[in-house]
């Protein structure tokens, strides 16, 4: 508080220990505390503004990275097609190399059959030959064999070469071969009746080739339809049954061997004159 004498001015000792001896001016403080504020307004603006830009600039950025990443090609949905394309293209490969290293088994046996069934027509001309020699011998035997091994003949050779792929040429030829086995055995059984034709040597010999030939034969035929099994086994089992669908006829199930009705009886012979 200033206390004012006439013609003096002077402050209270008590202010001017408070004022450290410094006399304020009138305003000043209000003037500097204005400022203040003014500044501390302009700072908080000025950073808001820093933070704002700061902000639409990191917007901006990633806006701008997510925009180039969808320019740039993608090569991911292209990678797993042609993933899918190899994995596809190899199972049929693989399913095709089995299908046909199966089937070239299952040729091989079947020209083993062939051989074994030459084998035997190779034998008759001679066996009927020898059996014809004989006195009274019964004509109606060995011509019977003699029409069986005819009509084995008159089936191609592409027929036999292709029957495993056609049911239809496999039944017939299989057929004519069973028909003249029937009449191989009905002739060496009518043979019996002729003691002095069986102790001929050609005959025995004959004979023994004969038996040897058949057992040969039935062996040949087991060996081909297990081959056969093993082919129509893996054909048949998925997805093997669809690749093989693919290719048409080329892999068709391959047929068996059936044994002959009645074959498990002996052949039936009238001595009776």
């Not at 001016?25 to 704002?52: C, D, E």
């Not at 003699?146 to 057929?175: C, M, T």
């Amino acid at each position: 508080m200033i206390q004012r004498k006439a013609g003096v001015n002077s402050t209270h000792p008590t202010i001017q220990h408070s004022m450290k001896g410094r006399p304020a001016k009138r305003g000043s403080t209000r003037f500097a505390s204005g400022i203040a504020a003014v500044s501390a307004r302009i700072g908080t603006a000025a950073r808001s503004t820093r933070l704002r830009r700061a902000a639409e600039g990191g917007v901006g950025r990633i806006a701008a990275h997510f925009h180039a990443m969808q320019q740039r090609p993608s090569y991911v949905v292209p990678l797993i097609v042609v993933g899918l394309v190899a994995v596809v293209g190899l199972l049929i490969a693989g399913t095709y190399n089995s299908l046909v290293t199966l089937g070239q088994a299952v040729d091989a046996q079947w020209g083993q059959v062939q051989n074994v069934y030459q084998r035997r027509a190779d034998l008759i001309p001679n066996l009927v030959a020898t059996v014809k020699g004989a006195a009274n011998f019964e004509s109606s035997t060995y011509e019977a064999v003699a029409k069986a091994r005819a009509s084995v003949g008159q089936i191609s050779p592409e027929a036999v070469q292709n029957a495993v792929n056609n049911p239809q040429d496999f039944a017939k030829y299989a057929a004519a071969q069973d028909s003249l086995g029937s009449a191989l055995s009905r002739l060496l059984a009518v043979v019996e009746n002729y003691p002095q034709l069986k102790a001929t040597e050609n005959f025995q010999t004959l004979q023994s080739q004969l038996e040897g030939t058949e057992n040969r034969i039935a062996f040949e035929r087991r060996k081909y339809n297990e081959a056969a099994q093993a082919f129509n086994t893996k054909r048949d089992t998925f997805p093997t049954v669809m690749i093989a669908g693919m290719f048409g006829s080329r892999f068709n199930e391959k047929p068996y061997f059936q044994s002959q009705p009645g074959a498990e009886k002996p052949p039936t012979v009238n001595f009776s004159p």
